[in-house]
């Protein structure tokens, strides 16, 4: 049964950078999509970006030309690099692999990890 686990959240000045990754394990995310959101303090989940099985890429506006969204097939992990981090970055981030794209539904939900940006 898939699993996937996030990891690489913390504390990070405004203007530094993070590197989340998203680890599967129990079966392969090779035919799967994944994608990250986000949940800041009493706001909804939202997106941030997703790639898909065919490495094709997507971002949301709040985060395009800071993150990055890259796979590594062969260790089974999707990676989330963010750059120039804002406060308003702070939040839950948490990784999904999808059915049918990243345009499908969720499959299997991650437990998140917490970023922070303050000084």
């Known amino acids: 049964q898939l699993k996937v686990v996030e990891s690489g959240g913390g504390l990070v000045q405004p203007g530094g950078s993070l590197r989340l990754s998203c680890a599967a394990s129990?079966?392969?995310?090779?035919?799967?999509?994944v994608r990250w959101f986000r949940q800041a303090p009493g706001k909804d989940r939202e997106g941030v970006s997703c790639?898909?099985?065919?490495?094709?890429?997507n971002y949301e506006d709040s985060v395009k030309g800071r993150a990055t969204i890259s796979r590594d097939d062969e260790k089974n992990t999707v990676y989330l690099q963010l750059n120039s981090m804002k406060p308003e970055d702070t939040a839950i981030y948490y990784c999904?692999?999808?059915?049918?794209?990243?345009?499908?539904?969720?499959?299997?939900w991650g437990q998140g990890t917490q970023v922070t940006v303050s000084s």
């Open positions: 999904a692999a999808l059915m049918g794209g990243c345009s499908g539904y969720v499959h299997v």
């Open positions: 129990g079966a392969t995310l090779d035919y799967l999509a």
């Open positions: 790639i898909s099985s065919s490495h094709s890429l």
